[in-house]
């Protein structure tokens, strides 16, 4: 039967194949967009997951015409990568504000449906330098590690109405979050990949598919890591 999917950032990216490989499965599915199109064959919803009302008025969008969302994937991030010498605090709470708040409205918001009918997926997108840590990146490495504590503290709470809470945590995966980087520092990461390439956004996806699958049903509070062997002993 269709499930009804909510995929933060789905518009593009990681969070695009994310949403595609669901909606292959024959689910229903929603991606939040900030102004963008909406890809074909999903129902965009305009959404800020910084703007709690936005995401109040996504999720009521999205019941009216999919139903309650039964699968979360809050992957909705950004990075402002920078020294610690050299972040402001702004810069510091925009990113924890976008990637870990942006977690928790979501979550809360989609927990209420879940709870209702006793059965619910949550699945964040996080990063292998929320375990590892990144040299200038304090700011979305302590946002991807909150993520950890945050599924794994809901994994605990709605365990017992049949809701588990997972995290992925992608290595290197080739989208526009990365194009920016300088190429040394692509082939400085590529060198400490042991299957030596970046992820394809497919292969992110279908670990994701996987966790909301009945196949995973006993799976919750993991921490599934997609990074070609980068974050190995973490
Ligand atoms: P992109 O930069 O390609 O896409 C980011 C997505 O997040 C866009 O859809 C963007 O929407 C959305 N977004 C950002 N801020 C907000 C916001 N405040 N409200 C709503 N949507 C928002 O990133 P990726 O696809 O590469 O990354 C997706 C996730 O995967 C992120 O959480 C990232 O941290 C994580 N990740 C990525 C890795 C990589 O190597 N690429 C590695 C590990 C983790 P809009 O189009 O409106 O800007």
Redesign the pocket.
Known sequence: MARSVLV????????LAIARAFADQGDNVAV?????ETPEGLLGVK????DAEQVDAAFTEIEEKQGPVEILVS?????DDTLLLRMSEEQFSRVLD??LT?AFRVTKRATRGMLRKRWGRLIY????VGLTGSAGQAN?AAS?AGLVGFSRSLARELGSRNITSNVI?????A????AVLPEERKQEILGQVPLGRYAD?SEIASAVTFLASDSAAYITGAVLPVDGGLGMGH
């Open positions: 933060t950032g789905g518009n593009r990216g990681i969070g939040t967009h900030r102004g963008s959404c800020d997951v910084t992957n909705a991030g950004i990075t976008a990637n942006g997108i996080s990063s292998v979305y991807k945590t992608p290595g290197f995966v989208t526009e979050m990365t956004t």
